[in-house]
């Protein structure tokens, strides 16, 4: 590559400037320009390594300017190592691509295929340097309380620094110092005293109060549904009747969890109350006033004379946008074409809060778990293709990682690591129910995403929704508050404006007879499908651990009201071993045409199913071994509704000592006698192994009910001598009966991260 000088004029822009000399003017434009920025980069700064850029949007004005000057060639900016301070959204655009994109070649079946160019743009850390691009600004002015103020604890008195927010700081919901994020100070917790509805609260005598600050307190809500948690901002208090009411509306009613899960709790609760004097009570808990504009910490690691350090109040949700030409109403958009970052660590974001009912009713995604369309993520591509991000971390942030919103097509996210995230690892979000369908064929491959969902607790590792053909493989994901990997719609297109993704629907685009069918059955869905874009996803190799910590209801795999053609293929899922998980993989609530195959699910506690399926789907060549619980309904559920012609054959079905259902039709609670419900008798069911380690008896009464029908006529009861489940090795002994069944063995070793680096983004 050459490298490309540029001058720079003004506080904030960078101008043409080439230096025509005579070797440059020789070099070929295939070369491409190299443009470095440092932290220590200085006001003649003009791009070179000698004289670095001081911030990325001076070195993309500087590559701007090249573009201008008629140089086509592939740049690469070059970050070295240390803090590259963001104080707003840095926005890349088309001029920032190639006029068109370069491929010529469809794209494949899942995925976006192998790179066939180098990147028009390539953001990338300078090679054996660490960068970490930041949304912090940092707090300085620390100051011991004195006197303390109204409210705080007496044992924080002595503890507790305050200072004042920079200048370029309005609101936060999220503070960091050098080991991550801190906690805001949270109080112990509660039950409603009664129900409300979903902006009223009725709360217990002293747990809330009319604070000086109020628009800065957040309630943490479960809103009276397993599957969600809500932040809530106050708007009042009445502390004599107990009734608050907040800014924004909850997804449901603020009212009392279901029996089950209060009982669960060590302590009763589902509304915390966070940002409060009162709850600040241990080392690295904050609070904010954004009245006083004052920030009040206890530092969990100070400085030699007990002061904070190190400390960043982020100044936005969303870092870096990589943003096409956006034709919402319109059949098509204009998108980036050839943009990647390379080996960057990007952090320190704000949770993007809800302030109230505009722009949020019925903007929310299923179950409100993530927005439509908004700045949610350290990392977004809203109108993107051909772009890649490898290597890269995306840690210690409020929000989530990487977003691909709206149009996205053939981008790929590789070797990166998201953790430590309040919300979702990778969201990928098309437009709503319609004939617009232009997110699709996109990687997720080979991440390391954990430890993810840490303020939202229902937020997805990975979340496909209304984006199709996908491929999400070889990742590792594990300890999360809900679900790992989601791919759903779960919006009809009858949907109405307020309800769960209501304004997403483009009702223009969908006939009035598909608009006013009801959600009532394999038929209904097969009418809507074509404008559920969710579809054909293969979700594959991924390894998945140590979920549903937070919430309940969830699953390493879940698959709901989405498109046809979805394959969940060879994942290890393994140990997850809440009491409140209820099932490995799910097709839920109105799921058709989704095939599972060839999943071992290992060690999971599974209290609903290990496969549940509400619909017509085939579960085919699973493992299900060593379960630690009896489940509620069957090892495999077929749930709710009819599922005729499912193929249900070849797993490999290993009970716990408990015993439980092998498999079982279990229609919905309260459904009236004349609804139509599951029958296992109508599906294609055979060549399964059944064995109970105590119980040779276990599955004949199952097994004499489906042969009555011409069922499981190849099934058998029996040990399937799985070589070393504990070390990971489920192939099968000699004289296995799985052998003489057709059953494939199952290699675990395969499954999750591989060894092998990105291939080569420039």
């Not at 890269?392 to 995230?421: I, K, P, T």
């Not at 008798?681 to 064995?691: I, P, S, V, W």
């Not at 000699?734 to 052998?739: H, K, N, Q, R, Y």
Request: charged share 20%; proline share 7%.
């Amino acid at each position: 590559m050459r490298t490309i000088l540029l001058t720079r004029r003004g506080a904030r822009t960078a101008v043409v400037c080439v230096l025509v000399s005579a070797w440059l003017s020789a070099q070929r434009a295939s070369d491409g320009a190299e443009v470095y920025v440092s932290v220590d980069g200085g006001a003649r700064a003009d791009g070179s390594m000698e004289k670095p850029f001081g911030s990325l949007a001076d070195a993309v004005a500087g590559v701007r300017a090249l573009r201008k000057g008629g140089d086509t060639a592939p740049a690469t900016i070059f970050l070295r190592g240390g803090r590259h301070q963001l104080n707003q959204t840095l926005v890349l655009g088309v001029e920032d691509g190639p006029a068109s994109d370069t491929r010529a070649d469809g794209p494949p079946e899942h995925g976006a295929g192998p790179p066939v160019a180098p990147a028009y743009l390539t953001i990338a850390a300078y090679p054996g340097e660490q960068p970490v691009l930041s949304a912090g600004a940092q707090v300085e002015g620390w100051r011991r309380v004195d006197p303390a103020p109204p409210g705080l604890p007496a044992e924080a008195a002595r503890s507790v620094w305050v200072a004042n927010l920079p200048d370029e700081v309005q609101k936060i919901a999220t503070l960091y110092d050098g080991n991550g994020r801190l906690k805001r100070a949270r109080g112990a917790g509660f039950v409603p005293t009664r129900k409300g509805d979903r902006s009223t609260l009725y709360f217990p005598a002293g747990a809330l109060k009319q604070w000086d600050n109020l628009t800065d307190v957040e309630l943490q809500v479960r809103p009276s549904r397993a599957w969600v948690i809500n932040m809530l901002p106050l708007a009042s208090v009445d502390a004599a009747s107990g009734v608050a009411k907040t800014g924004a509306s909850a997804t449901y009613e603020i009212g009392f969890l279901p029996p089950y899960l209060l009982r669960l709790m060590e302590k009763p609760a589902s509304v915390w109350v966070e940002n409060t004097l009162e709850a600040l009570d241990e080392p690295g808990e904050w609070v904010v006033n954004t009245q006083t504009r004052k920030l009040y910490l206890w530092p969990s690691d100070p400085a030699p004379d007990g002061s904070p350090r190190g400390v960043l109040a982020p100044t936005t949700s969303e870092l870096i946008r990589v943003e096409g030409e956006i034709d919402y109403r319109g059949p098509a958009d204009k998108p980036v074409h050839g943009v990647a970052f390379t080996g960057l660590t990007f952090s320190h974001a704000d949770r993007w809060a809800w302030t109230s009912d505009q722009g949020r009713v019925g903007w929310g995604m299923q179950h409100d778990w993530d927005m439509f369309d908004r700045p949610t993520a350290l990392l977004r591509l809203r109108g993107a293709q051909s772009c890649r991000v490898s290597g890269c971390r995306f840690v210690h942030s409020g929000g989530s990682g990487l977003r691909m919103d709206l149009h996205a097509q053939r981008n790929r996210v590789e070797g990166c690591e998201f953790a430590h995230l309040g919300e979702a690892g990778v969201l990928l979000a098309g437009y709503g129910p319609g004939a617009k369908d232009v997110n699709h064929h996109n990687e997720v491959v080979n991440n390391h995403i954990h430890h993810f969902s840490e303020i939202t607790w229902h937020s997805p590792g990975v979340w496909a929704w209304q984006s199709g053909h996908n491929r999400i493989a070889h990742n590792h994901l594990h300890h999360s508050g809900y679900a790992a990997v989601l791919v759903t719609t779960r919006v009809t297109p009858g949907q109405s404006p307020a309800g769960e993704g209501g304004m997403t629907v483009r009702r223009d685009e969908i006939e009035a007879q598909v608009r006013k069918r009801p959600r009532d059955g394999y038929a209904s869905w097969r009418a809507r499908e074509k404008y559920t874009h969710s579809r054909h996803n293969l979700v594959e190799y991924n390894e998945i651990s140590h979920c549903v910590q937070r919430l309940s209801d969830g699953n390493a795999v879940y698959v709901s009201g989405a498109g046809a053609g979805n394959v969940v293929r060879y994942n290890f899922i393994h140990d997850n071993a809440s009491h409140v998980f209820p099932a490995a993989i799910r097709c839920d609530d109105d799921q058709h045409e989704t095939l599972i195959y060839g999943n071992v699910l290992y060690r999971n506690a599974g209290h609903s199913a290990a496969i549940a399926s509400k619909g017509v789907n085939d579960i085919i060549n699973n493992f299900i071994v060593e379960p630690l619980a009896r489940p509620s309904s069957g090892y495999i559920s077929l749930e709710w509704v009819p599922v005729p012609g499912s193929k249900i054959s070849r797993n490999v079905i290993v009970c716990c000592p408990e015993g439980g259902n092998a498999v079982n039709d279990r229609p919905r609670v309260g459904d009236p006698p004349d609804r139509p419900k599951p029958n296992m008798e109508e599906t294609d069911m055979d060549a399964n192994l059944y064995f109970h380690p105590a119980d040779p008896g276990w599955v004949e009464e199952h097994l004499a009910r489906m042969r009555r029908v011409g069922n499981e006529r190849a099934s058998r009861f029996g040990d399937p001598l799985f070589r070393d489940p504990a070390g990971g090795d489920f192939s099968f002994l000699p004289g296995s009966p799985a052998l003489a069944l057709g059953i494939e063995p199952l290699d675990v070793a395969r499954m999750g991260r591989t060894d092998a680096p990105p291939p080569d983004q420039n």
